[in-house]
């Protein structure tokens, strides 16, 4: 069966008639446009999941730091931290968010990861899930249907607009990765269809507006630790949607609004670094060390 599904409304209206989750008629729709098994949907999907885990294992472990010297030693700062004074919110809080610290860490040294949606935003869809994983003890095909409902979340919303700060700012990059992190961890917490897209809604909506300013130009500052911040967000909205806690404005509209909002932001805060963090003080000093650093690496 062919599926066009470019709206939360016709998702949520294809899983009620079909009385299916989210994750089954997904892989159903990957199948069929691909023109493989369900199997061979979930094969690909285990690879990723199975990537994101060495991107953890790898970044929690390394200090290396990136060629501005600015990031790749701050994942060990937090866990250092955590083994003398545990997290005001207990183990899981933890793990969100020293997972996301190691695979944005892990993407500015070149390593391996999975873009979810981009290499900007990658740590928050992989700290929520694998975290929620363990707390869980979800098993392997648990995993695989939670990035699938994940990827799901983002497909929909790449409908109408494309996952890229220079576009739209990077409300279309961690604001999107946070708001699929926010759907799934409803899911894997027990929640229903609504609860799962209206904890998407959530936490999109109030990410409206946020800017892709990145310091030299480089997804470090101040991409790593706004991957941290989001994935915690990402749990607050899932928190509060488990709780029948509503958006006011359906899921199309607040993308819609997203749409416009990315229209209507100046090109100096869409990744050109030209404005905001970017143009600060600080940002500009920063700015003309890397310039100075790579210029005496090619003489």
Known sequence: MEYSINTF????????EENKQIYEVMQEKEAYDFEISIEE?????????NAMKEAIIHGLISNE?????????????????YSQQKALFGKTFEKI???ALATTEENLRMNKIVACPTAGSCGIVPAVIIALSEEFELNEE???????????????????VAMAGAVAGCQAECGVASAMSAGV????????????INASALALKNLLGLTCDPVAGLVEIPCVKRNVFLAVHAITAAELALSNIESKIPPDEIVDAMVQTGQLMSPLLKETSQGGLANT???????NKIKNMYKEKRE
């Not at 409304?9 to 009620?16: F, N, P, Q, R, V």
């Not at 990136?66 to 250092?80: I, Q």
């Open 9 to 16: 409304e016709k998702l949520i209206k294809t899983c009620t």
């Open 41 to 49: 949907v979930r094969k690909k999907v285990s690879a990723n999941i």
């Open 65 to 81: 730091m990136s060629f501005s010297r600015m990031c790749g030693d701050d994942c060990r700062k937090l866990s250092e931290k």
């Open 97 to 99: 968010t020293k997972y």
């Open 142 to 160: 648990d995993e695989i249907n939670a990035l699938i409902t994940a990827g799901t979340i983002g497909y929909v919303i790449s409908s109408k």
């Open 185 to 196: 961890a409803v899911q894997i917490m027990g929640g229903n269809i609504k609860q799962i």
């Open 281 to 287: 003080k600080s940002g500009i000093l920063i700015n």
